[in-house]
């Protein structure tokens, strides 16, 4: 993603396919559970476009977005939500784990914090093998309250690893303001300065923001100078999960919200650019398109090998525990 | 004959060959660095490798293992150590969750190659949160490969294995064991995970054990030989993979088992084992199968209450003498 027009045209895609994941769903063809991000799109685009290829993310259940910012395919990703064999996990994730590790994308974990301490360890990593690679972790607001996130932090900073904590603070954990519960303004940001880490508060809606700010926060990273803490505050446009309608949100908040979208932000900027609203428009239709093919191809996709149930528990492929 | 090591010193050992032999072990842990470990089980590491291959940690146990699984995951083959294995459950969900299940949910896109090394089991006085045996803990979650020596050999050898095997391994080394003595380990010593040994043959009954059951059920034997019961013990070593292929093969030959743990009985490991037994190996039985375990109670701290609670010679000599007679 080298232009803004890129990173505008993979945040459309994304938006259509949590679209198509939600019509999907309630077309009976994905079971389970979807934690859309729908309003995120911003922090993940903008951190991959910010990344070399050969550095880590870690991210969370609600991480559709991370995967195809790192470039993970609409169509993989939906078939992996409908139980397809060519699912991006061979259908043996689901929706809370879209993994994309040929691009650095390790993994989507749905234990609240549990993937802190690991991007921390891969940054430990690259710091061994003598690369200037980084590790990112995305994580929630409400994921900066359980022991893990500050274990994490504190490890990183001591061992001073190149390593991003972002936080997408959406001001909601789970169903309950993040505010109630936490006793400092900005969840992430005020609690780095007890780990001597350097925090940043950003709008997370904005692509360019968070492009930038990564960028100066991976620059730290790889000249050895250790962790930084990034607070993206953004919004998500459904509920939490595929149950919840959001009803615990304020409308007028709702609606400031859905006005500070961050497609509409991208596409003042590409106006501000001199990219016409027909380029634009061009972009539009070509992600519309591209996801409409995946939506096809996903569930045209065979279903899932019951075999695979029995697949890559140990390395050599296997489930074998007797001897 | 070479000097005797002991299991202590065989740990060191274990992991400083693996170190010599490939620079992406490396080994992180709270106090195993210049103070070379609570248990003293990491002395040397520091010395010879350094602080770039041997990490202080804090106190923080999710941070270890979380750390050791990222590390794990992108190219280095980490060995954590938790201190006492009763501190595993402050990062239980990295062994439950996280690392046995990435390769899985992933289609087999990452592996994990790490080792949680730690100290395990009682004898020693030192209470309910750090005398007990976990490693029925470990055997609840599909993923994970366990490991639990008896003997300093062994401890090398299978240290080797551990730390060269491609999944992660929990590696239980028993505190009541880190002074016991044995022959070195010789050179290239590599135990393959999943295969018991068959520390004594016996004729009349088979008696399964595990890391320092090991000894017990040796003592006990030999007490019972003295009464004309030939007992064969076996040594599973680990717990995953389970070599049932041993313990079937004894049973068949003994057509009775008694399975000694130091594990409580509810939810033991004896407990697989015995199933397993009951299922394709219920027409060798001449006996019904006993189970020597630990009490299900916490561990108590007076000698004279904990002796009560785990397994001991006399419990798993009454126990041989019952089935023997039945």
């Given at each position: ?7 505008y ?71 992996e ?65 359980i ?52 925090a ?18 991976v ?59 027909d380029d ?14 995946a ?10 090998d ?18 | ?17 693996e ?23 990491t ?15 804090p ?21 954590a ?74 401890v ?7 730390i ?34 068959v ?13 320092a ?8 034997a ?11 013990v ?35 490991w ?16 001449d ?40």
């Amino acid at each position: 993603m080298r232009t803004l027009l890129d990173m505008y045209e993979r945040m459309a895609v994304i938006r259509r396919t949590e679209k198509a994941a939600f019509d999907l769903f309630m077309a009976g063809l994905v079971k389970g559970t979807t934690h859309l991000a729908s309003g995120h799109e911003a922090v993940a685009v903008g951190t991959a476009a910010a990344l070399r290829p050969d550095d880590y993310v870690f991210a969370t259940y609600r991480g559709h977005h991370h995967a195809m910012a790192m470039g993970a395919s609409a169509e993989e990703c939906l078939a992996e939500l409908m139980s397809k064999a060519t699912g991006v996990c061979r259908a043996k994730g689901g929706s809370m784990h879209l993994t994309k590790a040929a691009n650095g994308m390790l993994g989507s974990y749905a234990i609240v914090g549990a993937h802190l301490p690991m991007a921390a360890g891969a940054a430990w990593s690259a710091k061994l093998r003598g690369t200037d690679q980084v590790a990112v972790a995305f994580f929630g607001d409400g994921a900066t309250n359980i022991g893990a996130f500050h274990e994490a932090l504190n490890l990183a900073a001591v061992w001073k690893l190149p390593v991003l904590f972002i936080c997408e603070n959406n001001f909601y954990m789970e169903y309950t303001p993040i505010g109630a519960v936490t006793a400092v303004p900005h969840p992430a940001a005020d609690r780095a300065p007890a780990y001597s880490i350097p925090a940043v508060v950003i709008d997370g809606n904005d692509v360019t923001v968070v492009r930038d700010a990564v960028a100066q926060a991976v620059e730290r990273a790889r000249a050895g100078e250790g962790p930084t803490v990034i607070e993206a505050e953004t919004y998500r446009h459904h509920g939490h999960s595929r149950t919840d309608p959001g009803a615990y949100r304020p409308k007028e908040e709702v609606e400031r919200w859905l006005k500070h979208d961050p497609l509409d932000i991208a596409r003042a900027h590409l106006e501000a650019q001199g990219i016409t609203p027909d380029d634009v428009r061009r972009v539009d239709e070509r992600a519309a398109a591209h996801v409409a093919a995946a939506v096809d191809a996903a569930k045209n996709a065979p279903d899932a090998d019951p075999a695979e149930a029995f697949t890559d528990v140990w390395a050599d492929g296997s489930a074998t525990w007797r001897s | 004959m070479a000097e005797l090591i002991t299991y202590r010193e065989a740990v060191a050992e274990g992991i400083a060959r693996e170190m010599r032999r490939d620079p992406d072990v490396v080994c992180l842990g709270e106090d195993i660095g210049a103070a070379g470990g609570v248990f003293k089980t990491t002395v040397g590491l520091f010395d010879e490798f350094g602080a770039g291959r041997v990490w202080d940690t804090p106190i923080s146990e999710q941070a270890i293992v979380g750390a050791a699984m990222g590390a794990a995951m992108t190219g280095m083959r980490p060995v954590a150590e938790i201190m006492f294995s009763d501190f595993l459950a402050c990062c239980w969900d990295y062994l439950a969750n996280e690392i046995p299940k990435v390769r899985y949910m992933t289609g087999g896109q990452v592996t994990v190659p790490l080792v949680v090394r730690t100290a395990n089991g009682g004898g020693l006085g030192f209470g309910a949160q750090h005398s007990q045996s976990v490693e029925n803990w470990a055997l609840t979650v599909p993923g994970l490969k366990i490991v639990a020596p008896s003997t300093p050999a062994d401890v090398v050898g299978l240290m080797a294995s551990a730390i060269r095997s491609d999944d992660p391994v929990v590696f239980f080394e028993h505190k009541g064991l880190f002074a016991s003595k044995g022959a070195p380990a010789p050179p290239d010593h590599v135990i393959p995970l999943g295969k018991a040994a068959v520390r004594r043959s016996g004729a009349d009954v088979t008696v399964v054990a595990l890391a320092a059951t090991v000894p017990l059920a040796l003592t006990a034997a030999e007490e019972l030989a003295r009464d004309g019961i030939d007992v064969e013990v076996i040594d599973l070593r680990c717990l995953i993979p389970l070599d049932m292929s041993t313990v079937l093969e004894s049973v068949a030959k003994t057509s009775r088992l008694v399975v000694v743990e130091e594990n409580p009985y509810q939810g033991g490991w004896g407990g697989t084992v015995v199933s397993v037994v009951a299922e394709e190996g219920f027409e060798s039985l001449d006996a019904p199968i006993k189970r020597v375990a630990a009490a299900n109670v916490p561990l108590p701290f007076a000698d004279a209450l904990e002796e009560k609670v785990i397994p001991t010679v006399d419990k798993l000599v009454a126990a041989v003498r019952t089935t023997v007679a039945y």
